[in-house]
Every structure is written in structure tokens, then in C-alpha cells.
């Protein structure tokens, strides 16, 4: 073989596999430079929507994801109605730009259709306070009690539960239930489920999860935040726990507060979630003003993803969401069972 040959084989593996070894330094960099400048001025927005198209694919986004990401999705939604919109599209790929738990609750309901994650490890920290083994004792030791599961949690958990619910429709979830003389246990979030109790004025057993975002902000941030805007109306996410929903004017899922704040008279609000959720607000109502109720409302998981992810997963399909069918089959009919009941 050739010398410069064998010597080209020798450097691959390394940043200069491209390259001969003789290719010249100065040329080489400023190739380099000409590569990493091209790529960073990608019109990522112009190749989703193209790439879109071409598979024929939508992009769903959760309000807690990036400004940009919500600006390019076709659907952009709370749990419940990116629940539905999975269901309902008759795309062949649907990108899912939020945690984990929601693309697999989309390929759940959706299972031929290619549901993709753009990040892989965007994860949802209330997802990981119950866990399979201790749901399945707890079934054990109470036979009789229907299992009613928040949307934030895995397919597993999903499959060992009667129903499945979400902030926007978790009361009237709960309230059927009993309604019926059941014995319920809620699971996983302790917040949702306390708010419930105080609410419908009926005890029920609770999990002891939460989400760490809402369940650790500080109700004295938010009472300083009053102090600062005093009319601004306080609006909460019902995974707070019980001493901010008490000084809220308003409690509701997502979908729920940005509702509010449109048809309000108030022209100043206090937000108390996650703080993706305050740009849909703002661009809806560009009148009003919006106040982060806390600093620490910024859920790490969801801001993990970036256009080049969503660009990088819908051109090379990667990051498929699969779930095995078994239990796909137990965790759709907890599902189908939220939908039922959130239409009566
Ligand atoms: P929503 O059901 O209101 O969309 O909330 C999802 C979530 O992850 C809240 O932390
Ligand atoms: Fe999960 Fe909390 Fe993030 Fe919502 S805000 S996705 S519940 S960790």
C-alpha cells in the first residue's frame, strides 16, 4: 500500500480523519471554522418545517419547554390535551419536545405511529417517586382500592393503575371514583392530592410524591412578590403545596391558568409553575403583565431540549420511544378510562 495511504488510515478516529496527513495546517482550520459556521448558522426552524413535510410529521410541545421550541410546535398544549392530540393526529411521526413520561404516554395511545423524544434523558423527577415494586405491594396489602394515577408516571405505573388523570381533570377523576363508594389511593403527587381532599371536602388515601420544582417553592417568595405588585392576582399549578394554593386567586393545570389570565380583568399576575409558561402568556396577552412567583419554578428536564435536538431526531429518526406490549395493553385501558370519564 501506499505510504500516504497507510498514513491517511493511521489518523482516522482522530479530528483529522477527513484530512491527509499532508493537508495543510492553515487550510485545515480554516475549513474547520468555514464547517462550525455553516452549522451554527443552520436555519433550523426553515429545516424542521421542511423535514416536517417531507415525513410527514408534527412536533407536540409541553408550555414548560424552551421559547423556541414552543414557536415551532404544531401542537402546543398541557398533559391532557397533548394526550388527545396524540391520539387524534393522523401523522406518522410525532415528535414530542417535553419529558419522558409524555412521549411514552403518546406512544401508548399511538403505538404505530413513530413517536420520538429528542432528548432521551429529560426525565420527570414526580415520575421517579413511585416505583413499580412498591406500587405492587401496595396493591397486594389493599385488593379492593382503585388505583388513581397521575399522567407523570411511567407506563409501568400507568399499567398497574384502574385510571390515569391530570391536573386538568384530576378532581373530577377523584370525585367520580368516590362518587361511586370507592376506595381510592392517589398516586403519586401528595399536593394534588391534599388540594383535592380540601376541595371535594372527602378523604381518600395519597402517595408521598411530588414534583420538587412546585413542591419546594417558597410561599414567602410569593407573598414578597405580592408585596411588589399588589394587585397583581396570584395564579397556581396545583402540584404547590397547600400554603401557596391558599393565597392564590386561581388554581388550575396549565391550560387552566393561561385560560385565566385571557379572560381575567386583571392586568398583572403572580405565575406560581414552571416558568416556560409565562411565554405563551406574554405572547397572548402582551397587555398584561407577568411575575414569576418563585425563581426556583424552572424545571431542568424540560429545558434540556433544543432545536438542534428536535432537527438532529426528526432528520435521522432517532430516539424512538417504545413500550412493551403488555404492558402498553394494562396502561391503555387506564387511559382510555381518563378520556371516557373527562367526557361525561
Ligand atoms: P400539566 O398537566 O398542567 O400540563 O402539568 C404537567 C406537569 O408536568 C406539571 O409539572
Ligand atoms: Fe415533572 Fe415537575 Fe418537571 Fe412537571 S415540572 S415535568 S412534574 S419535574
Same mark, same amino acid.
Given at each position: 500500500m501506499h505510504n500516504d495511504v497507510i498514513q491517511n488510515i493511521l489518523v482516522a478516529? +482522530? &479530528? +483529522?480523519?477527513?484530512? @491527509? &496527513? =499532508?493537508?495543510?495546517n492553515k487550510r485545515k482550520k480554516r475549513y474547520f471554522a468555514k464547517t462550525f459556521n455553516s452549522m451554527a448558522e443552520m436555519d433550523y426552524k426553515a429545516e424542521i418545517a421542511r423535514l416536517k413535510q417531507e415525513k410527514h410529521a408534527v412536533v407536540l410541545a409541553h408550555y414548560y419547554q424552551n421559547d423556541d421550541i414552543q414557536d415551532i410546535a404544531d401542537y402546543l398544549g398541557d398533559s391532557l390535551k397533548l394526550s388527545q392530540t396524540a391520539l387524534q +393526529? %393522523?401523522?406518522? &411521526?410525532i415528535v414530542f419536545c417535553g419529558v419522558h413520561f409524555m412521549a411514552e404516554t403518546a406512544k401508548i395511545l399511538s403505538p404505530h405511529k413513530k413517536v420520538l423524544l @429528542?432528548?432521551?434523558?429529560? #426525565?420527570?423527577r414526580m415520575a421517579d417517586t413511585i416505583t413499580k415494586a412498591d406500587l405492587q405491594a401496595y396493591k397486594a396489602e389493599h385488593p379492593d382500592t382503585k388505583i388513581i394515577t397521575y399522567v407523570n408516571t411511567t407506563a409501568e405505573i400507568k399499567a398497574l393503575s384502574d385510571c390515569i388523570c391530570t391536573s386538568t381533570n384530576g378532581l373530577k377523576i377523584i370525585n367520580y371514583y368516590l362518587e361511586q363508594g370507592e376506595k381510592i389511593l392517589y398516586t403519586p403527587d401528595q399536593n394534588l392530592g391534599k388540594y383535592a381532599m380540601r376541595l371535594l371536602g372527602k378523604e381518600f388515601e395519597v402517595w408521598n410524591g411530588c414534583c420538587p420544582i412546585h413542591h419546594f417553592a417558597q410561599a414567602s417568595k410569593v407573598l414578597k412578590q405580592k408585596e411588589l405588585h399588589p394587585n397583581a392576582l396570584v395564579i397556581s399549578h396545583p402540584e404547590c403545596q397547600l400554603d401557596i394554593l391558599e393565597l392564590s386567586d386561581f388554581v388550575g393545570s396549565t391550560a387552566e391558568l393561561l385560560s385565566f389570565v385571557g379572560k381575567? %380583568?386583571? +392586568?398583572e399576575f403572580i405565575v406560581c409553575t414552571?416558568? #416556560? !409558561?409565562?411565554h405563551p402568556m406574554k405572547k397572548q396577552n402582551p397587555d398584561k403583565q407577568f411575575y414569576l #412567583?418563585?425563581? =426556583?419554578? !424552572?424545571c431542568h428536564d424540560m429545558k434540556l431540549t433544543s432545536l438542534e435536538d428536535v432537527y438532529n431526531c426528526l432528520s435521522n429518526e432517532t430516539n424512538e420511544i417504545f413500550v412493551d406490549e403488555s404492558v402498553r395493553k394494562n396502561a391503555v385501558k387506564a387511559l382510555d378510562k381518563m378520556l371516557e370519564i373527562t367526557k361525561l
Open positions: 478516529n +482522530t &479530528i +483529522t480523519q477527513y484530512f @491527509p &496527513i =499532508s493537508f495543510h +393526529t %393522523d401523522a406518522e &411521526i @429528542p432528548v432521551m434523558n429529560a #426525565g420527570c381575567s %380583568d386583571a +392586568t414552571e416558568k #416556560g !409558561v409565562l #412567583g418563585c425563581p =426556583s419554578f !424552572v
